[in-house]
């Protein structure tokens, strides 16, 4: 059964609830986000669903097809935990070309892989995801990108500007 991207939020929480816990239910706590982006381990055992990137959209966004129970497949957008990466969108050329690189290397990171999505939850604009993503190899994607410079960490506060 594959499911498009018609309300992604509400597919995973259902998706979810039936696998036993794909995402956080109940009521937001004050200082969620910025708790959950910061520390990934306070979102708690969610387990983890393997999956294929089917696009990139940004440096810190795929859309994916998700397993996340035999036979169920989703298809959402995730957005990376913990990072923030340079808006093609851009400000100024600089975070422009930044945006550009940080999506290639993302690009890179998820080529013909397989990958697995984990500490998954809702995400501030309920349009996405917000995941942890790791290759076959466990090989984290925001840490290997924070590592070789394409985005930052983030705590789920207001962000910095790229430019200047």
């Known amino acids: 059964m ?13 998706a979810g609830f039936a696998a036993g816990g794909l995402v956080r239910v109940g ?30 959209i940004d440096g810190d966004t795929v859309e994916a097809r998700v397993n996340v129970w035999l036979g169920h497949q989703i298809v959402t957008h995730v957005r990376l935990r913990g990072v923030d990466a340079p808006e093609l969108n851009a400000a100024c050329a600089e975070e422009r070309t930044r945006a550009l690189a940080a999506r290639e290397a993302l690009a890179a990171f998820a080529a013909g892989r397989r990958v697995t999505f984990s ?21 984290d994607a925001a840490a290997t990108l924070v590592a070789q410079g394409h985005v930052r960490r983030y705590d789920g506060r207001a962000r910095r500007g790229w430019c200047g």
């Open 27 to 56: 009521a937001p706590r004050a200082g969620d986000a910025a708790d959950m982006a910061a520390d990934p381990a306070s979102v708690g055992d969610l387990g983890a669903y393997a999956g294929e990137v089917l696009r990139v």
């Open 2 to 14: 594959m499911v498009r991207r018609a309300l992604p939020f509400a597919v995973v929480f259902v």
């Open 119 to 139: 500490a998954v939850g809702p995400d501030k604009y309920f349009g996405r995801v917000v995941a942890s993503l790791a290759d076959e190899g466990g090989r």
